[in-house]
C-alpha cells in the first residue's frame, strides 16, 4: 500500500527557532520504496516479464529499491556493483537478492565508465541512482503535494535527481538547497558541500550522536547516509534563513 501524497508533518525544534518548518515525510511512502526512491522509480518501471539493468554502490539503495519493484511489478533486475564481490553480502545486497536480483561486479574502473558487460547490453538500462529524465520528473511531483506555502525546501543530493526535479516545479521566490552527502559536488550555488561527514556511506561518532538525539526529540531515526546529513546542516546553518521563513525538509 502507497502512502501518496507523502504526509506533511510541523517541526518543532528550539534549535530552529524563527522559522516555519515542516517535515516532508518520503519516508513513509512504502517499505520497500521509502522516499526517491519510488519517485525515481516511478516512470522508469519496464513491462512485466522483461529485465532491466542498473548500477549502484555495495550499500547502494537504489539497487535496493529496485530489486523490489522488480518482485512487486513482475520484472527480472541485475545490479552492475562496484568493487569486488565480497561474502556474507551485506544487508542490503542481501536484501535485494532475496527480491530476486542478479548481482554482477565491475572494477572501479569500469564503473566510472559505466560499461556494461556484453551478456547485458541488450537489456534496458537504468542510470545509477535513478538520475534521468524520468527520474527527475518523479521527484517534481512532491513539491505538487505540498499545500502549506512555503519559501525554501531542503533535500539530500546524491546524483543531484532530486534536487533537479523539485527545482524544475518551483513558483517565483521559492528556491530549493540541496546537501551533498557525497565528496566532490561541483560547486554550485543551490548545494550545500560542507556536510557529507568523510564522504558517501561515512559516519563519524558526531554524525551518530545527532541521530541519537533527533531520535530521542522527534522520535524519527534519520538514515545517516543521506537524510541525518542534510538536517544536520539544515540546524547548523539555521540562522541563514530570514525569521519567519518556511522551510519543507525532505525525509527520504
Not at 510541523?10 to 524563527?18: M, Q, S, T, V
Not at 533527533?214 to 534563513?241: C, N, P, S
Request: glycine share 10%; net charge neutral.
Amino acid at each position: 500500500m502507497f502512502r501518496l501524497p507523502s504526509p506533511l508533518q510541523p517541526l518543532d525544534d528550539e534549535r530552529l527557532a524563527g522559522l516555519r518548518v515542516f517535515l516532508k515525510r518520503d519516508d513513509l511512502i512504502h517499505p520497500d520504496f521509502p522516499g526517491n526512491k519510488w519517485r525515481k522509480l516511478k516512470y522508469n518501471l519496464p513491462p512485466p516479464g522483461s529485465t532491466l539493468v542498473t548500477f549502484g554502490g555495495a550499500y547502494s539503495s537504489h539497487l535496493r529499491a529496485t530489486a523490489a519493484a522488480g518482485r512487486h511489478f513482475g520484472f527480472n533486475t541485475i545490479a552492475l556493483v562496484r568493487g569486488e564481490e565480497r561474502h556474507p553480502l551485506n544487508p542490503v545486497l542481501a536484501a535485494a537478492v532475496a527480491d530476486g536480483m542478479s548481482l554482477a561486479y565491475l572494477d572501479r574502473a569500469a564503473y566510472r565508465r559505466k560499461a556494461v558487460p556484453p551478456e547485458f547490453s541488450d537489456f534496458p538500462l537504468l542510470p545509477e541512482g535513478g538520475a534521468n529524465d524520468e527520474g527527475r520528473r518523479g521527484c517534481a511531483e512532491l513539491v505538487d503535494e505540498i499545500d502549506e506555502p512555503f519559501d525554501v525546501i531542503c533535500c539530500s543530493v546524491g546524483t543531484g535527481t532530486t534536487l533537479a526535479g523539485i527545482a524544475s516545479r518551483l513558483k517565483p521566490g521559492q528556491r530549493a538547497v540541496g546537501y551533498a552527502a557525497i565528496k566532490g559536488h561541483r560547486p554550485h550555488p543551490d548545494i550545500e558541500p560542507d556536510f557529507h561527514f568523510g564522504g558517501y556511506a561515512r559516519r563519524t561518532p558526531v554524525l551518530d550522536a545527532f541521530v541519537d538525539d533527533f531520535r530521542e526529540r522527534h522520535g524519527i531515526t534519520l538514515d545517516w547516509v543521506y537524510e541525518a546529513k542534510m538536517m544536520y546542516g539544515v540546524i547548523a546553518q539555521a540562522d541563514r534563513f530570514p525569521p519567519g521563513t518556511t522551510l519543507i525538509v525532505v525525509i527520504a
